[in-house]
């Protein structure tokens, strides 16, 4: 800190063990390496319950493991795929499907943007998994560190649709926004949010009598 | 001299193209302003993400974001202008250039509403409103690319003989619901009037209002004050994380209408992709921003 530059984040490697999963708090921020699954896609999500609830397995994500809400866009490079861009989208949209995929995977990290649902929550709560939250928009950083793509799956979807399996190093800055004990960063701020209304919406009328007053006022010459 | 199909084609294609790798500079200039003023860890390591972020999308020419979301332009024709060819399909043609053309690509956005199949093309894409400008003699085209994120939040309501706190109370409602998805820190714009499908344009186009500028009427200036006020009480913060910066900007516009009132309420995510350009009859002009 002498240097007036921030510390170091700390960083983790995908998957998490179930204790490091319980040990990160809300709020904690962190740099992923590791391997993770990413999809962007909702009919993804419907297939991937679709065959859970069949008892089929998955090509991946494996029980345990990490997968996260994110497009993606990759090149070829010899035999290796390189990232284009990675990006986290909106997580909630999945929560019809989330809830069953965590508890029947086991999931012990989960992320994309905006949190996730109360059933979400819960079944990670249960399984001891967390919920990262990652900066949407900011893809030209967050891609740095999403470094290839190690192989796909359901390639008769589009690209960010398919399941991608990824290398990360040095991915994020990510920040634990649903922990494994129940705890939502989003429930918090929601909760939070509606406790202040009465008091925002009572300054806003005292606001719109101060604007009234200031305008039937003729300025003073 | 008219302006030509081939113009219209290529600044079709460059606006959106340019719109995926800039952040605006107002907006620049609001992130870094939030960030001086903002008091949370958390949301001032995430706002200085945000911008350095942007700074590297347009020093690298890459995305802001990997969703390139869909093509909308708003086309102001001057009335002293003549056009040569079929303007509508040169933004048509111009996306599909862009399509083409772009590096890295862009992924397939353009979705069917009734299948959710999707495509680079499709019915009434890109989405294109036109009007004129009295006395002009250049067209002005803004290019708005909208995704998902901040886009599935817009709301309307319909009020009767609506009291301003109704109003206000009601655009408050849509932010909670929001919450701490849209992307934030937001652009809010609120149209108000007319009918309902021109409340909703008013939003649409008061979202793209530089961020910085009052509305001319005090009375609106001071809404768009109090409300913005309002939003950032909330505290749902960037990236919905908690903090001071809810929205950088509310943006309200309104038309007399009826006593019924329509109230739209939509949302521009953290970079407010935005980009206009300025075409003059003889053929030229240039990027507005």
């Known amino acids: ?221 | 001299m008219p302006i030509t199909y081939d113009v219209v084609r290529q600044v079709a294609r460059d606006l959106y193209g340019w719109s995926l790798k800039k952040v605006p500079d107002d907006t620049l200039e609001a992130l870094a302003e939030a960030r001086r003023r903002e008091t949370n860890p958390t949301s001032q390591r995430t706002l200085d993400f945000m911008q350095a972020a942007a700074r590297a999308a347009e020093r690298e020419d890459r995305h802001a974001c990997s969703d390139a979301g869909f093509p909308t332009y708003f086309v102001k024709i001057g009335t002293r202008l003549t056009l040569d060819g079929d303007i509508r399909r040169a933004f048509v043609d111009g996306f599909a250039d862009l399509v083409e053309t772009i590096q890295p690509p862009i992924l397939k956005f353009i979705t069917h509403p009734l299948t959710l199949e999707r495509s680079y093309t499709g019915k009434d894409m890109p989405i294109v409103s036109f009007d004129v400008a009295d006395g002009a003699d250049y067209m002005d085209i803004t290019c708005s690319p909208k995704a998902l994120g901040s886009g599935r939040w817009a709301d309307l309501k319909v009020f009767s003989y609506p009291k301003l706190a109704d109003i206000e109370g009601y655009v408050m409602e849509c932010v909670m619901e929001a919450g701490s998805q849209h992307c934030p820190p937001v652009v809010i714009g609120v149209g108000i009037g007319g009918s309902f499908d021109n409340a909703a344009k008013l939003a649409k186009m008061s979202t793209l209002r530089r961020i910085g500028t009052r509305h001319d009427d005090p009375m609106v200036a001071d809404m768009e004050e109090r409300l913005l006020a309002a939003v950032n009480k909330t505290g749902f913060g960037p990236m919905g994380t908690g903090g001071d910066t809810t929205a950088l900007a509310v943006h309200v516009d309104y038309s007399h209408g009826h006593g019924f009132v329509p109230v739209a309420v939509c949302f521009n995510c953290w970079i407010n992709r935005r980009t206009a350009a300025r075409i003059h009859d003889d053929g030229k002009g240039g990027r507005l921003e």
């Open chain 1, 1 to 221: 800190m002498s240097d007036g530059s921030p510390p170091a984040l700390p960083r983790l490697t995908l998957p998490l063990s179930r204790d490091e999963a319980r040990a990160l708090r809300l709020g904690d921020t962190v740099i992923l390496d590791g391997e993770v699954t990413i999809t962007a896609g909702f009919p993804t999500h419907q297939r991937m319950a679709e065959a859970l609830d069949r008892g089929q397995p998955l090509p991946f994500p494996k029980a345990g493991s990490a997968f996260f809400h994110m497009g993606s866009s990759c090149r070829a490079e010899g035999d290796r795929w390189v990232t284009n861009y990675v990006n986290p989208t909106t997580s909630t949209r999945f929560d019809d499907y989330m809830p069953g995929i965590i508890r029947r995977l086991g999931l012990t990290a989960t992320g994309g943007k905006g949190g996730m649902g109360r059933a979400c929550v819960e079944a990670l709560r249960e399984v001891g998994g967390v919920y990262f939250s990652m900066p949407g928009g900011a893809s030209p950083l967050l891609s740095i560190g999403a470094v290839e793509r190690l192989e796909t799956a359901w390639d008769d979807l589009i690209e960010q649709f398919r399941l991608s399996r990824f290398r990360l190093d040095g991915f994020g800055p990510v920040t634990v926004a649903i922990d494994a004990h129940g705890n939502s960063m989003y429930d918090t701020l929601q909760e939070q949010a509606s406790a202040r209304t009465p008091r925002i919406l009572e300054e806003l009328e005292q606001a719109r009598r101060d604007s009234a007053a200031r305008r039937a006022t003729p300025p003073s010459t």
